[in-house]
């Protein structure tokens, strides 16, 4: 089993920056691909990004490529996602997950999941 806890959501104002972090415990943590989700009210749960095992690789959907950074540290079992410039429409719930498989994108694929943290951007 591994457990995953987010912290860093919040209200800001669009332009504004947040950084969400998601610690794990259990398992080894760096056997594990990491994800971040998020899922806005009514629909589906979307991929954000991911990162390899040893964080040497990353991957974003098109819409945050430019403004978030996935990033991990294997040493304090935490992964990390740096939003910059924050829209309206990245309001959501973020989830943070773990994998057996590396830079994967649907969710199906992902065994562990946290409890999400709310991040709200006003316009």
Do not use: H
Request: positive net charge; glycine residues 10%; contains cysteine.
């Amino acid at each position: 089993q591994v457990q995953l806890v987010e912290s860093g959501g919040g209200l800001v104002q669009a332009g504004g920056s947040l950084r969400l972090s998601c610690a794990a415990s259990g398992r080894t943590f760096s056997n594990y691909g990491m994800g971040w989700f998020c899922q806005a009210p009514g629909k589906a749960r979307e991929f954000v990004a991911a990162v390899s095992r040893s964080g040497a690789n990353t991957r974003y959907e098109d819409s945050v490529k430019g403004r978030f950074t996935i990033s991990r540290d294997n040493a304090k079992n935490t992964v990390y996602l740096q939003m910059n410039s924050l829209k309206p429409e990245d309001t959501a719930v973020y989830y943070c997950a773990a994998s057996r498989l590396q830079l994967i994108v649907i969710t199906t694929s992902y065994d562990y999941w946290g409890q999400g943290t709310q991040v709200t951007v006003s316009s």
